[in-house]
Structures are given as structure tokens and as C-alpha cells.
């Protein structure tokens, strides 16, 4: 990593700052904040009283049903016994349980675990649904009830349609219906309510759907997985949003939503509204049992009108964090969103390059994905060529002219900084050579890089692919196992990172004598060595296959190099400036106010020292 890398790395650094700054609400947005807030605050304690049945049903560790007996006198459960009946296609697989008529069981089958188990998104000991609500002055869950079983399927479209109904009295009851089309990764549910009027409470404005999930770990690293897995939910009228990943969060949505998401690194869960939801209130906490990551609740009141037959339409997805699949099933609702492509300044470049790119690679290199993120590597170096050229021919520019600087700073010392500096700029504007360079080709890759950083992580198309030693690009490769843990490094060894690091190392070695030498790199020298460990710490437990790309860009960018010193003639390309120098000087606007600015700090000084004296 040379100067004109870590320069670029601090004016991006800079850049994120000022964005940061710029992009704070205005007095009169946070007054608006802060009214809504309050707004939410008043309506979250209206709810919390009928939520709380619901979310205690959740928050104890086992998930117990409630065993109160406040509704065994509303609903018939005479003849009804407790079972399950599975709606299945090619894949997923839904349990659903008669206690609650609720899915308690669901299964991802093109996909396993880690450890090469069934994938299993929710368990029936590890997941809560249902409804709550007042009936005849008792206090209802459904989940401790029990719903009647109907199976039917659609010939006309080969859907698989399970209805569960909670019956009141004859002609009097609410159904869940749930239906699976072939081949999809999505579930139609519907809530309807059948003459239950003057069963449901007379004064109830609403029914407080609960959902929630112990979310399980599924891929090698717990630590990492824990990083992109909670609760997702995409506003209406704006932008995706996601609750903290590091700490115990809860929160009432007082704007309306369309969908929420409890989202694992390449998985989600999602129940999406016909239309949206209201004053939603979703809680996730860190998961204390081996084995799981988050606890994922939410509480979504329905508006409920009294009228003799009420519906709620709503779907659910149980799939995989696809961006091609989730933009299949979700383009127009944000549904791609949930694969984090990074900030809005990169994702872009993963949206409208690296993910078509990475398809069309996938879709003709049948699965070797070594040899596709090295084809991918290859593309985007030679795609970036012409400004890795630009770059070292900037470079060689400024140390050719190396002697020529060394003689002004003689002629001038530092305490006529002013004058040694318009001698600098008169060399360089004579010799046609830009200081800057060098510089902004590689801010200009920056941005690329930083997105493929995004990219590797998330793609489930690495996910338990290998290659070469690594057996899951997705996760980090493990050539060793320590007897002990490393602070921040972790117990195991990763190759990929180790030939990264190295290659990192012997690039700087091969640019530090393309550099001009000066006090101010030699100072930088040890900043530029420490890179490479401090990447060596922190990627040593991300994805292989992104340890694989950064080791095979620098590879590819040492034989560019190498290449290009082959092609520069240092002594040629002074010839080459000398020839400019005789040629007349146009001046840019830039360089016009440039001199300009330091005609006016000039004459400041001037006067500053007349006043002086």
C-alpha cells in the first residue's frame, strides 16, 4: 500500500464524515422527531397491555405456551386432538400444528447447516405465532387452543391450500389459511374471521398478531453469522431499516411498513402485508443458549372493526438471501435490500456490475467458484487498468523530478515555505506533471474495493462451496487449529489470509522504490507495514473467498507493475518532461486561481510584516 493509498483511504474517510454532518436531520425535522416520538410513546402504551400476554409466551427460555384456562369456555375443542400437517414442495417444508394452527416447524430443503443437518429456519419449541385478543370479557391466545385441520389442492394451479379454524359455535370461528404454490418460497396466509362479532370483544379496535423466533445458528462461525442476522423492516414510504446486531433493542414503529424480516446471514424469514402494517413494535435480544443467535419478536395489531367477517392477507417468505431470487419474489417492496450490498456510494457498483458479472460468470463456469472469482478478479484488474497505469506513470514522474525538488529545497529553505512551494508548482505545471496524480486513480478504485468487501460476505452463491483447501468460501478456511485464542485473531489459521497479507507486504516492497524518498515517507514506512498485520487480524475470520480476491488483485496487481516497469524508461520519461518544459504553459482555470490564492497569501504576509515591524 503506497502514499497515494493511504491518502485516498483518509480523503474517503474524510468524504464519510461530511456526509455524516450534511446528511443530520434540520431543527425542524427533529421537532418533528421528537413529536412523532411522543406520538408513539402514547399509542405503545394503549398496546402494551394486550401485547403483553404475547410477548411473555416469548421471553421465557423454553417458550412454553400460557396454561391459563381464561378461553377453554369460548371455543369448542371437543373431539379435536393435537397433530401436524406438513405443506411441502420441492423447497420447503412447513409443519403445521393443530395446537395454535400456527407453522411451527420450517425447513429449507435445497440448503444444510453447517454441520450438514436440515436446515431448519424455525422449531416448535424455538417459535411462537398467534393471536391475542379480549373475548366475552376473557383474555384470548390461540395458541393454547386447538384449531381443526382442512386439506385441499387447487388442480387448476397445483397449490396446496391447509385451512385451521378456532371454533366459537357453529358458523362461528377464525380461520388461518395457508397456501404453497409448486416450487415457491413463498406461503399465502390469510386470517378471517367468521361471525365472531359478538364473540370478539364489542369495544376491541384491533387483534395483536405475535410472532416470534429463536433464531438458530446455521453456518461455522457463531461471531460472524451474529453480525448480519436480526430484524429488518422496510418502511412504506421510504428506505429499508434493521434493528441493532450487537445489542438488546426495542422499538415501536410509528410509520407504516410493508414488510418485516428476521434476517440470518443467508436466510430470512418474512411476513409481508397486502397492503402495510401500523404501529408495529419489534424487540430483538442476543441469544445466551449455545446454539442460537437472536431472539426475534413482534407485535403487529390488526385493525378489527366488528364486522361479521373480517381478513387479513398477508405472505410469508422462508428463503435464502438471494439478490437475483429475492428480486424475483420482492423487486417493487425492497425484498433485495435485505442483502447488504454496502453503503449507498458502493452498492451500485455490486448492483449493476459484480452481482450481473458474477451471474453470467456462475451461468457459463459450472461450479468451480475458485476459478469464477478469479475470472472476476481478472475483469475488474483489466477493467482498472488504465488507472493503475496512470497512477505508477505519476509516480515515476515525481521521482524522475526527485532532484530537481531536492535543489529548490536547498534554494529555498522552511522558513520561506511560501516561496519554496510556488517553485515546486512552477516545476510541476512547466514539466506537465499533476502532484495529485497519482492519487486520484486509486481514490477512484477505492469505492470498487469497499464494495467487493460487501459482496464476498453475503453471497450465499459461495456459501459451502470449496475450493483448493477452503471447503466454504463463504466462511473463513482453517489450515490449523490453535490450542489457544489470539485476541482479535481467533484460534484457527486461515491460508487465504496469510498469502493476502504476504502479497500486500511484497507489493509495498515493489513500490516503495518506485516512490520518491523523503523524510515524510520515510516517517509513513512503518503506518504502510502495519496495514497488512492489522488486515491479517481481521480477516482471518471473514469469507475465504473474499481473503481469496484481495490475494489474487494483488497478485495481478504486482505482475501489472512489473509489467509496466518494464514498458516506463525512467530516463526516457525525463527526456520526455524536459521536452514539456520547453513547450508554452497553458494555464487551467484551476492553476489560475491557484496563483491567484497565493498572490493574495503573498501580499498578506507582506502586509502582516510591515504591521510587524
Given at each position: 500500500?503506497?502514499?497515494n493509498?493511504?491518502v485516498?483511504?483518509i480523503?474517503i474517510?474524510?468524504i464519510?464524515i461530511g456526509?455524516s454532518?450534511l446528511s443530520?436531520?434540520?431543527e425542524e425535522q427533529k421537532?418533528?422527531?421528537r413529536?412523532r416520538?411522543?406520538?408513539?410513546?402514547i399509542?405503545?402504551?394503549r398496546m402494551?397491555q394486550?401485547?403483553?400476554?404475547?410477548?411473555a409466551a416469548f421471553?421465557?427460555?423454553n417458550h412454553?405456551s400460557?396454561?391459563?384456562?381464561?378461553?377453554?369456555?369460548i371455543?369448542s375443542?371437543?373431539?379435536?386432538?393435537?397433530?401436524e400437517v406438513?405443506?411441502?414442495?420441492?423447497?420447503?417444508?412447513?409443519?403445521?400444528n393443530t395446537?395454535g394452527?400456527?407453522?411451527a416447524?420450517?425447513e429449507?430443503?435445497?440448503?444444510?447447516?453447517?454441520?450438514?443437518l436440515?436446515?431448519v429456519?424455525?422449531?416448535?419449541?424455538k417459535?411462537?405465532?398467534?393471536?391475542n385478543?379480549?373475548?366475552r370479557?376473557?383474555q384470548?391466545n390461540?395458541e393454547?387452543f386447538?384449531?381443526?385441520?382442512e386439506?385441499a389442492?387447487?388442480?387448476a394451479t397445483?397449490?396446496?391450500?391447509?385451512?385451521?379454524?378456532l371454533?366459537?359455535?357453529?358458523?362461528?370461528?377464525?380461520e388461518y389459511?395457508?397456501?404453497l404454490?409448486p416450487?415457491?418460497?413463498?406461503?399465502?396466509?390469510?386470517?378471517r374471521?367468521?361471525s365472531?362479532?359478538?364473540v370478539?370483544a364489542?369495544?376491541s379496535?384491533?387483534?395483536?398478531?405475535?410472532w416470534g423466533?429463536d433464531?438458530?445458528?446455521?453456518?461455522k462461525?457463531k461471531d460472524?453469522?451474529?453480525?448480519?442476522t436480526g430484524?429488518?423492516?422496510?418502511?412504506?414510504s421510504?428506505?429499508?431499516?434493521?434493528m441493532s446486531?450487537?445489542?438488546?433493542?426495542?422499538?415501536?414503529?410509528?410509520?407504516k411498513?410493508?414488510?418485516v424480516?428476521?434476517k440470518?446471514q443467508?436466510?430470512?424469514?418474512?411476513?409481508?402485508?397486502?397492503e402495510?402494517?401500523?404501529?408495529v413494535?419489534?424487540?430483538s435480544k442476543?441469544?445466551k443458549?449455545?446454539?442460537?443467535l437472536k431472539q426475534?419478536?413482534t407485535?403487529?395489531p390488526?385493525?378489527y372493526s366488528?364486522?361479521?367477517s373480517?381478513?387479513y392477507?398477508m405472505?410469508?417468505?422462508?428463503g435464502?438471501?438471494?439478490?437475483?431470487?429475492?428480486k424475483?419474489y420482492?423487486?417493487?417492496?425492497?425484498?433485495?435490500k435485505?442483502?447488504?450490498?454496502?453503503?449507498k456510494?458502493v452498492a451500485w457498483f455490486?448492483?449493476?456490475?459484480?452481482?450481473?458479472?458474477?451471474?453470467?460468470?456462475?451461468?457459463h463456469v459450472?461450479?468451480n467458484?475458485g476459478?469464477?472469482?478469479?475470472?472476476l478478479?481478472?475483469?475488474?484488474k483489466?477493467?482498472?487498468f488504465?488507472l493503475?497505469?496512470k497512477s505508477?506513470?505519476?509516480?515515476?514522474?515525481?521521482?524522475?523530478?526527485?532532484?530537481q525538488?531536492?535543489?529548490?529545497?536547498?534554494?529555498?529553505?522552511?522558513e520561506k515555505?511560501?516561496e519554496?512551494q510556488k517553485a515546486t508548482?512552477?516545476?510541476?505545471k512547466r514539466?506537465?506533471v499533476?502532484?495529485m496524480?497519482g492519487?486520484?486513480?486509486?481514490?477512484?478504485?477505492?469505492?470498487?474495493?469497499?464494495a467487493l468487501f460487501?459482496?464476498?460476505?453475503?453471497?450465499?452463491e459461495?456459501?459451502?462451496k470449496?475450493?483448493?483447501?477452503a471447503t466454504?468460501?463463504a466462511?473463513?478456511?482453517?489450515?490449523?487449529t490453535?490450542?489457544?485464542?489470539?485476541p482479535?485473531?481467533g484460534n484457527?489459521?486461515?491460508l487465504f489470509?496469510?498469502?493476502m497479507?504476504?502479497?500486500n507486504i511484497?507489493y509495498m516492497?515493489?513500490?516503495k522504490?518506485?516512490?520518491?524518498?523523503n523524510d515524510?515517507?520515510?516517517?509513513?514506512?512503518?503506518?504502510m507495514y502495519?496495514?497488512?498485520i492489522?488486515f491479517l487480524?481481521?480477516f482471518n475470520?471473514?469469507s475465504?473467498?473474499?481473503?481469496?480476491?484481495y490475494f489474487?488483485a494483488t497478485?495481478i496487481?504486482?505482475?501489472q507493475?512489473?509489467?509496466?516497469?518494464?514498458?516506463?524508461?525512467?530516463?526516457?520519461l525525463?527526456?520526455?518532461?524536459?521536452?514539456?518544459?520547453?513547450?508554452?504553459?497553458k494555464?487551467?482555470?484551476f492553476q489560475?486561481r491557484?496563483e491567484?490564492?497565493?498572490?493574495m497569501q503573498e501580499?498578506?504576509?507582506?502586509?502582516?510584516?510591515r504591521?510587524n515591524k
Amino acid at each position: 500500500m503506497d502514499k497515494n493509498t493511504i491518502v485516498g483511504l483518509i480523503l474517503i474517510f474524510l468524504i464519510m464524515i461530511g456526509f455524516s454532518y450534511l446528511s443530520q436531520p434540520t431543527e425542524e425535522q427533529k421537532r418533528e422527531i421528537r413529536l412523532r416520538d411522543s406520538i408513539v410513546q402514547i399509542e405503545a402504551q394503549r398496546m402494551q397491555q394486550a401485547a403483553k400476554q404475547g410477548e411473555a409466551a416469548f421471553n421465557s427460555a423454553n417458550h412454553d405456551s400460557l396454561k391459563t384456562t381464561a378461553g377453554e369456555n369460548i371455543f369448542s375443542q371437543d373431539s379435536l386432538t393435537e397433530k401436524e400437517v406438513t405443506l411441502e414442495n420441492d423447497k420447503i417444508k412447513l409443519h403445521i400444528n393443530t395446537r395454535g394452527g400456527r407453522i411451527a416447524y420450517v425447513e429449507l430443503k435445497e440448503y444444510r447447516t453447517h454441520d450438514s443437518l436440515p436446515l431448519v429456519l424455525w422449531s416448535p419449541e424455538k417459535s411462537t405465532f398467534g393471536l391475542n385478543f379480549y373475548a366475552r370479557n376473557k383474555q384470548v391466545n390461540t395458541e393454547e387452543f386447538l384449531f381443526a385441520p382442512e386439506n385441499a389442492i387447487n388442480e387448476a394451479t397445483g397449490e396446496q391450500i391447509v385451512s385451521m379454524k378456532l371454533i366459537s359455535e357453529e358458523g362461528k370461528y377464525i380461520e388461518y389459511l395457508y397456501t404453497l404454490a409448486p416450487a415457491s418460497y413463498m406461503v399465502k396466509f390469510s386470517i378471517r374471521t367468521h361471525s365472531m362479532n359478538d364473540v370478539i370483544a364489542a369495544n376491541s379496535s384491533f387483534l395483536t398478531l405475535f410472532w416470534g423466533v429463536d433464531m438458530p445458528q446455521l453456518e461455522k462461525s457463531k461471531d460472524f453469522e451474529n453480525r448480519y442476522t436480526g430484524i429488518y423492516y422496510d418502511f412504506l414510504s421510504d428506505d429499508v431499516e434493521s434493528m441493532s446486531m450487537t445489542s438488546d433493542e426495542q422499538e415501536t414503529l410509528s410509520t407504516k411498513v410493508k414488510w418485516v424480516a428476521f434476517k440470518q446471514q443467508f436466510f430470512s424469514s418474512i411476513l409481508i402485508a397486502k397492503e402495510s402494517f401500523s404501529d408495529v413494535t419489534v424487540s430483538s435480544k442476543i441469544s445466551k443458549q449455545a446454539g442460537y443467535l437472536k431472539q426475534a419478536f413482534t407485535e403487529i395489531p390488526l385493525p378489527y372493526s366488528g364486522n361479521p367477517s373480517e381478513n387479513y392477507d398477508m405472505e410469508f417468505y422462508f428463503g435464502p438471501n438471494s439478490y437475483p431470487i429475492l428480486k424475483e419474489y420482492g423487486a417493487d417492496i425492497q425484498l433485495p435490500k435485505l442483502v447488504n450490498l454496502g453503503w449507498k456510494w458502493v452498492a451500485w457498483f455490486n448492483r449493476y456490475v459484480v452481482i450481473p458479472l458474477f451471474g453470467f460468470l456462475e451461468n457459463h463456469v459450472t461450479g468451480n467458484y475458485g476459478l469464477i472469482i478469479l475470472l472476476l478478479t481478472l475483469i475488474i484488474k483489466l477493467f482498472l487498468f488504465p488507472l493503475t497505469y496512470k497512477s505508477y506513470l505519476s509516480q515515476a514522474k515525481m521521482r524522475v523530478l526527485k532532484p530537481q525538488i531536492d535543489e529548490i529545497n536547498k534554494k529555498y529553505p522552511k522558513e520561506k515555505a511560501l516561496e519554496r512551494q510556488k517553485a515546486t508548482m512552477a516545476l510541476y505545471k512547466r514539466a506537465g506533471v499533476n502532484p495529485m496524480g497519482g492519487c486520484l486513480p486509486m481514490l477512484l478504485q477505492m469505492p470498487i474495493l469497499i464494495a467487493l468487501f460487501w459482496f464476498f460476505p453475503g453471497a450465499i452463491e459461495l456459501r459451502q462451496k470449496s475450493f483448493l483447501w477452503a471447503t466454504d468460501l463463504a466462511s473463513y478456511d482453517s489450515i490449523a487449529t490453535l490450542p489457544f485464542t489470539i485476541p482479535f485473531y481467533g484460534n484457527h489459521v486461515s491460508l487465504f489470509c496469510l498469502l493476502m497479507t504476504a502479497t500486500n507486504i511484497i507489493y509495498m516492497i515493489i513500490n516503495k522504490k518506485n516512490q520518491p524518498q523523503n523524510d515524510q515517507m520515510k516517517g509513513m514506512q512503518t503506518m504502510m507495514y502495519l496495514m497488512p498485520i492489522m488486515f491479517l487480524f481481521i480477516f482471518n475470520s471473514y469469507s475465504s473467498g473474499l481473503s481469496y480476491y484481495y490475494f489474487i488483485a494483488t497478485l495481478i496487481t504486482i505482475i501489472q507493475t512489473w509489467f509496466i516497469q518494464r514498458y516506463v524508461n525512467d530516463e526516457k520519461l525525463l527526456k520526455q518532461i524536459e521536452l514539456a518544459k520547453m513547450k508554452p504553459v497553458k494555464k487551467s482555470k484551476f492553476q489560475e486561481r491557484l496563483e491567484q490564492m497565493q498572490r493574495m497569501q503573498e501580499q498578506k504576509m507582506r502586509e502582516q510584516q510591515r504591521k510587524n515591524k
